[in-house]
């Protein structure tokens, strides 16, 4: 069984290493795990079919055409150049996910306002914290085996 956030996530990429200490140390603040617990497992299927949707060779990809003034137009092109990407559309493939990823973040917030303001109580004792432990090791456990697929 993992001791430590650093454990449940070994193997992870550094963005779901983030995701769940960030799940695991807010925990403590939430009346309600398991409204943390169901987003956790919602991440972690979104960030599956996330995944499966971006490798190449995966699901095909689909084309889209946007117009931009000049001005747009050569800020994209300076960011291409400038900040490694290999064209375009990874430019705009990494502004969707940042987007997206932050919508998740506010949906996590929003679930933890909600589990505070629930007013229902949850005594934090060793029990609880074994069992928030071992379910999250369940979910990466899970998690690092679908990857490996």
């Known amino acids: 069984m993992a001791n430590s956030p650093r454990e449940l996530t070994e193997g992870s990429s550094s963005k779901e290493k983030s995701t769940l200490t960030k799940v695991l140390a807010l925990a403590a603040a939430v009346q309600r ?16 079919t996330m995944h ?6 995966g699901a095909p990809m689909k084309t889209v055409t946007i117009s931009l003034p000049e001005s747009l137009k050569s800020f994209v092109e300076r ?7 290999g064209n375009v559309s990874e430019y705009f493939r990494t502004l969707l996910r940042e987007a ?9 917030e929003a679930l933890l306002v909600e589990g505070l303001a629930s ?6 004792t060793k029990e609880f914290w074994r ?10 456990r899970k ?4 990857k490996k697929l």
Do not use: C, F, M, N
Request: no cysteine; net charge negative; glycine share 6%.
């Open 33 to 48: 795990p398991d409204l943390v617990i169901s987003y956790l497992l919602g991440i972690v299927k979104i960030q599956d």
């Open 52 to 57: 499966r949707e971006d490798k190449i060779g």
């Open 79 to 85: 960011q291409v150049a400038t900040k490694d990407y």
């Open 100 to 108: 997206r990823a932050r919508e998740e973040d506010a949906r996590l």
């Open 119 to 124: 007013g229902e109580e949850i005594p934090l």
């Open 131 to 140: 069992e928030l432990k071992s379910e999250a090791t369940g979910i990466a």
């Open 143 to 146: 998690h690092r085996a679908r």
